[in-house]
C-alpha cells in the first residue's frame, strides 16, 4: 500500500562546490636527488617489463666461459698477482652484495681471481682448467656449443656484425637477428636453452631480458610514406651555467621522454643496453621490442648481406641525447656548449 500523498517535495540542490585542487610544493633538493637515486637502484618498480638479473656464478660461465668446479681434494692457489675478490667482481661489472653473490667456496674465489687477472693481461694465457675458449680445455666451447643457432659475419663501415639465425627456424621468418659484440654471440652460444624449436623472437626475448645489445632485421623494404626527412624530436635545449635544476626541469625531462616513446622506432632503445636499455624498459614493455622493427621514415638503418638488405630501427645521436636527458651549458665564450646528463644530475 502506498503511503498518503504529502503534497510536493523539494527537489536536492546541487552539491556543495568542491574545494579547489592544492598545488603540491616542489620537493626539497635532497629529496629530488635521492629519487633520482632511487630510480636507478629499485628495480622492483619497474613493472612493465621481465628482466632476469644474473647471479655471478651464471654470469661467469654463460657470459665469460668460466670452467671451474670446486674440489676439495685438489685445492686452487691464491692468484699470484694478488687480485683480491672485491676487485675481482668488479671488474666483472658484477655488485658485491651478499644477496647477489652465489659463490662461497674460497677454492673457486682464488680460481675466478685468477681467470679474472689473466683476462685482464692477456686471455691467451687463461689455463685450460678455467676457460671454455682454450682448446686444450676438458670442454672446449667449439664442442659443445648450442648447435640450433648458426652464425654469420658481415663487416660493413669498418665495424663487424654478427648475424644469428637460428637453424631450427622457418625459412618464412621475418626477422634476424643482429649484434655487433662477439661475447654476446659467445653467451648465446654456451646457453642452455631449451628442447625444441629456437625462434628469432626467443633469441631477441633472451638478449632483452639480460640487456645486451640486438637489433631485429627485416627483410622488407620501409615503406616511403613521405619525401621529406622525420623532423628530428625537440630535446632539452640548453641552459645557462648558472642554472639550478628543480623537480620542475626534472618533470619536464619525463614527459619530453614519455612523449618521444610514443614514436614507433622509439623500440630500437629496448634494443640498446646500458642506461639507454634500462631507462627505456620503464615505460615500453617488451612486446614492443618482440613486435618486430618499425622502420619509420627516416630512422631506419640497413645491413648489407648476400645481395640482401637487413632493416632495422635505429636511434640517431639526437634521440639518444633525450633518452639519457643530456642538455646543452653556456661555455665561458657564451657561444659554445659543453654536455651534461640531466638523468644523472
Known amino acids: ?3 498518503p500523498y504529502q503534497g510536493d517535495m523539494p527537489l536536492p540542490g546541487p552539491p556543495p562546490p568542491s574545494p579547489p585542487p ?3 610544493q ?6 629530488f636527488e635521492l629519487d633520482l637515486v632511487k630510480t636507478y637502484d629499485d628495480d622492483n618498480d ?6 632476469r638479473l644474473r647471479l655471478l656464478g ?3 660461465r654463460t657470459h665469460y666461459g668460466f670452467l671451474f668446479d670446486d674440489d676439495d681434494d685438489q685445492p686452487y692457489p691464491p692468484p699470484t698477482s694478488g687480485l683480491s675478490w672485491p676487485k675481482a667482481t668488479a671488474a666483472l661489472l658484477h655488485p658485491l652484495t651478499e644477496s647477489g653473490d652465489d659463490i662461497q667456496s674460497q677454492n673457486i674465489r682464488n680460481a675466478v681471481c685468477d681467470f679474472v687477472s ?3 693481461t692477456s686471455a691467451s694465457t687463461i689455463p685450460p682448467l678455467l676457460w671454455d675458449l682454450n682448446l686444450y680445455s676438458h670442454h672446449p666451447l667449439y664442442m659443445h656449443r648450442e648447435s640450433r643457432i648458426s652464425v654469420q659475419t658481415v663487416a660493413q663501415d669498418d665495424k663487424t656484425y654478427f648475424i644469428l639465425r637460428p637453424s631450427t627456424a622457418s625459412n618464412h621468418s621475418p ?3 643482429v649484434t655487433w659484440s662477439a661475447a654476446t654471440v659467445l653467451d648465446c652460444m654456451r646457453h642452455n636453452w631449451p628442447p625444441g624449436g629456437l625462434t628469432c623472437v626467443d633469441l631477441a626475448l633472451y638478449l632483452f631480458q639480460h640487456g645486451m645489445r640486438f637489433s631485429m632485421r627485416s627483410l622488407t623494404l620501409p615503406i616511403l610514406s613521405s619525401p621529406l626527412p622525420v623532423p628530428q624530436f625537440e630535446a632539452l635545449g640548453w641552459r645557462r651555467k648558472t642554472h639550478k635544476f628543480t623537480y620542475i626541469d626534472y618533470q619536464s625531462y619525463n614527459s619530453r621522454l614519455l612523449e618521444f616513446f610514443r614514436r614507433p622506432h622509439s623500440r630500437a632503445a629496448l634494443e640498446m643496453e646500458g642506461i639507454v636499455w634500462r631507462l627505456s624498459r620503464a615505460v615500453l614493455d617488451q612486446d614492443t621490442v618482440l613486435l618486430g622493427p618499425a622502420l619509420e621514415d627516416g630512422c631506419t638503418d640497413v645491413l648489407s648481406c ?3 638488405n637487413l632493416w632495422g630501427d635505429k636511434l640517431s645521436d639526437h634521440d639518444l641525447d633525450l633518452i639519457c636527458g643530456v642538455y646543452k651549458v653556456e661555455g665561458k665564450s657564451g657561444m659554445s656548449f659543453i654536455y651534461q646528463d640531466f638523468s644523472l644530475t
Open 46 to 51: 619497474i613493472q612493465t617489463t621481465t628482466v
Open 175 to 177: 626477422w634476424l637477428v
Open 58 to 60: 651464471d654470469l661467469l
Open 26 to 31: 616542489s620537493p626539497a633538493a635532497p629529496n
Open 306 to 308: 648476400d645481395d640482401l
Open 1 to 3: 500500500m502506498h503511503p
Open 118 to 120: 689473466h683476462m685482464v
Open 22 to 24: 592544492s598545488i603540491p
